[in-house]
């Protein structure tokens, strides 16, 4: 060894020995004398995205979260935990609507001719001749999604395309169609579809309606398109009615018809500049009623109410906030009703298939429902409705993610609840809130879905269409520029869109799949690295109802046992392909799930899977897919670099307690606490080798700042090159090198 060298200081040795590690190369462990000192501080490039600081308060603007009746919905039923353990014990000893069912055809047979629709036909074709667009209401039941089109083409033949909201509206709605016109009725929705060169009546979901816009920009293939349930306001719905406004302009002969039981009226005929056609609608009496004074624990009273109605004749209905709160529900009411020969069958769209044709059973019943029950289902024989006034909301927060909100209903949906009873007899709804309560704390309308969602996927199929800006297309409702602003940045970052929002082969991919920009991120960079397997079957995973997803992480209890040692490593993500493998713990309706999202995916991707189950290849693949995602831990908490947001990881995660760096899936509030969905440990210099256009290790400025030099890589050969510069003001400069390694 030459002694004429200066000794280098522990500082300086470490220091090289990260940069050395950063750039790929071999590092004797032996070397390393200090791991404290050769430990990394990530810090976000900041300067790159800053938009995300507009949305600190995002949920604060889309709802009153101030108000009493938010407070209520939002606190825990005390009446719940203290009867919690004893209704587990009679759990499945009752009734369970879950049990597979299969009728030929469920939903009750009805003489068209009875309905209102029917009724005022003549009145509706002579305005549906006089006008190209049009706004049709009427209440739900009076036979507007089957009739309307109906009318139509026995008058006209005009070639139709009806939209609806739900998958199963489509089916059942294309069913009863297809019993008058046979293979002249067809239907289409995502993977899915049974139309042909016959069809003329084609039932659809919104999804579907904008694809064939994408590939017909003037919908030629149709004279008429019903936009059925537009009340419900999706982002789809919104799109495509801006969409068919640019379309009609250009080719006035096309028919449109917007369609519901309640809706805006004026901000749609203003939209449009278009008539409101009405059927009015034969109804019994309803009767409604108000608290007294508002409830204290909402649980506690939708049981109480329900319970006081069981001894008159009548099928109930109880409009509750979400799954959780049904399940809660349907304990309390079985263990009550024990004794009792009373159905009661539990309703919200991930089981609506398996239950559907249970709610036409002639058997007295009680039903508990989400509001999919306020439009998409009508359901005879209901006398009794109790509304506890609460739905459940997305919200994207872009500095929180996406978060599910239990707040007050709109005094439109209320109304439209109110409304499910009353149809065969004279009917009571129950609104569990005062009069003044509904007044003064519920808007009018409900808050349209794209003010208050994620819109990356929308902007890239604009994208897809030529449209570079969403402020091209004219809206009913248009989303703030800062958020749009903050979603285009967010898209550029993630490499789906290019500076002059083009789509780049990643945004094209996106599309293509029909997944979010998250998974197909994930999906673009493992055929980039040849794992395509395990990350399709991953997607495929995260595509099913995340209580099941997280369920699967529940099941795996033993942390000492060979099986759990086997197939868990400090990561969530890759723990499901490994459970998924091993085949275990997985329900087979899920896999039956599973493996037809996998196929359909499968049938989309234009290459060949590759299999490569490499943990380290695997981590970074997801890591460029969650970088947005990245996160530190402080205490027993961790904060987002970007976002700065705190959360915490759930109980069931395979995360060690070592893990300084996480990445997440998505969060998730719970009792007042924010928790990680889906983790991941991360490696720093993986962040740094793979991320360094975003993130950067804060010390190295710290320590160039202490030795009074800057360091700057010279990427002029394969190795890279540390140049010392006397130069005490300079700051660190850095020219970072990708590798795939």
């Given amino acids: 060894m030459n002694n004429d060298y200066p000794r280098k200081s522990k500082g300086q040795k470490s220091w090289e020995l990260r940069k050395m590690q950063m750039a790929g190369l071999r590092i004797d ?41 938010f407070r209520i919905g939002n606190r825990e039923s005390k009446y719940w935990e203290s009867l919690q353990d004893v209704v587990d014990e009679v759990e499945g000893h009752y009734y369970s609507p879950n049990q597979p069912v299969n009728l030929q055809n469920p939903s009750p047979t009805v003489d068209y001719r009875s309905l209102p629709v029917y009724n005022s036909k003549d009145e509706f074709l002579k305005f549906y001749s006089s006008n190209s667009v049009m706004v049709v209401t009427g209440e739900t039941g009076c036979g507007k999604s089957t009739l309307v089109p ?33 293979k002249e009725v067809g239907y289409a929705m995502r ?82 500049n278009c008539q409101n056609f009405t059927f009015d609608g034969k109804r019994f009496p309803v009767e409604i009623k108000y608290l007294e004074v508002d409830v204290d624990d909402y649980i506690e009273w939708a049981v109480k109410k329900t319970l006081s109605f069981v001894n008159q004749s009548g099928d109930i209905l109880v409009f509750l906030s979400g799954k959780d709160d049904i399940e809660k529900v349907f304990r309390l009411l079985c263990y009550n009703l024990r004794d009792y020969k009373i159905s009661i069958i539990k309703c919200y769209s991930e089981i609506l298939n398996e239950v559907y044709p249970l709610i036409f059973s002639p058997n007295r019943k009680i039903i508990l429902s989400t509001n999919v029950a306020e439009a998409s289902v009508t359901i005879p024989d209901i006398k009794y409705v109790i509304d506890a006034g609460f739905n459940k909301i ?44 509904f007044g003064e704390s519920f808007d009018d309308f409900s808050v349209p879905e794209i003010l208050r969602s994620d819109i990356g996927n929308l902007l890239l199929l604009l994208a897809s269409m030529n449209i570079p800006d969403i402020s091209l297309l004219p809206l009913i409702d248009a989303p703030s520029p800062q958020l749009v602003d903050s979603c285009y940045n967010f898209l550029v970052l993630l490499g789906a869109l290019d500076k002059k929002h083009t789509l780049t082969r990643l945004g ?9 920009s998250i998974t197909g991120k994930m999906i673009y960079e493992s055929l980039e690295r040849g794992c395509s ?185 394969l190795y890279d090159n540390f140049e010392l510069e006397e130069d005490p003001e300079e700051v660190v400069k850095l020219k970072r090198i990708r590798r795939c390694l």
């Fill in 29 to 69: 462990p032996n070397e390393i004398t200090d791991v404290e000192s050769c430990s990394v501080d990530l810090g976000y490039r900041s300067s790159l995205f800053v938009s995300h600081k507009y949305y600190a308060s995002s949920i604060e603007n889309v709802i009153n979260t101030t108000t009493e009746m």
């Fill in 150 to 182: 109906k009318l139509i083409f026995d008058r006209f033949s005009h070639r139709i395309a009806i939209t609806q909201p739900r998958r199963i509206s489509v089916k059942s709605l294309h069913k009863r169609m297809q019993e008058w016109y046979g």
């Fill in 191 to 272: 993977f899915e579809s049974c139309a042909g060169w016959e069809t003329k009546i084609k039932f659809m979901t919104e999804g579907v309606l904008l694809k064939e816009i994408q590939e017909d920009g003037l919908l030629s293939k149709y004279d008429v398109v019903i936009i059925d349930e537009a009340h419900e306001r999706s982002v789809n719905v919104d799109i495509i009615l801006g969409f068919l406004k640019q379309i009609h302009a250009k080719r006035p002969t096309l028919k449109i018809i917007v369609m519901s039981a309640t809706l805006n009226i004026s901000k749609f005929t203003a939209f449009f």
């Fill in 394 to 437: 997305l919200i994207h927060d872009y500095s929180q993610g996406d978060v599910l909100v239990r707040c007050p209903i709109s005094k439109e949906s209320a109304i439209q609840r109110a409304g499910r009873c009353g149809r065969t007899t004279p009917g009571v709804c129950l609104r569990m809130y005062t009069r003044k309560t």
């Fill in 508 to 516: 094209r991919l996106i599309v293509d799949l029909g997944v979010d």
């Fill in 533 to 717: 397997y395990e990350i399709v079957l991953l997607v495929s995973i995260l595509s099913c109802e995340s209580s099941q997803v997280m369920a699967l992480l529940g099941k795996i209890r033993n942390r000492q046992s060979d099986f759990y040692k086997q197939i868990v490593e400090n990561n969530d993500l890759i723990t499901l392909i490994n459970i998924y493998k091993a085949g275990c713990f997985i329900e087979k309706s899920l896999e039956d799930n599973i493996k037809l999202m996998f196929k359909r995916l499968c049938d989309r991707i234009n290459s060949k899977l590759e299999s490569n189950p490499d943990i380290k290849v695997l981590n970074r693949v997801l890591l460029r897919s969650l970088f947005f995602n990245l996160s530190k831990k402080e205490g027993k908490e961790y904060f987002n670099l970007i976002s700065r947001n705190t959360f915490v990881v759930p109980k069931n995660t395979t995360l060690e307690d070592d893990a300084e760096y996480v990445a997440y899936y998505k969060t998730f509030k719970s009792k007042d606490k924010r928790f990680g969905y889906l983790c991941m440990k991360v490696d720093p210099y993986d962040v740094l080798k793979e991320l360094g256009e975003i993130f950067e290790d804060k010390k190295e400025k710290v320590y160039a700042k202490k030795q009074n030099i800057a360091f700057v890589i010279d990427d002029s050969n």
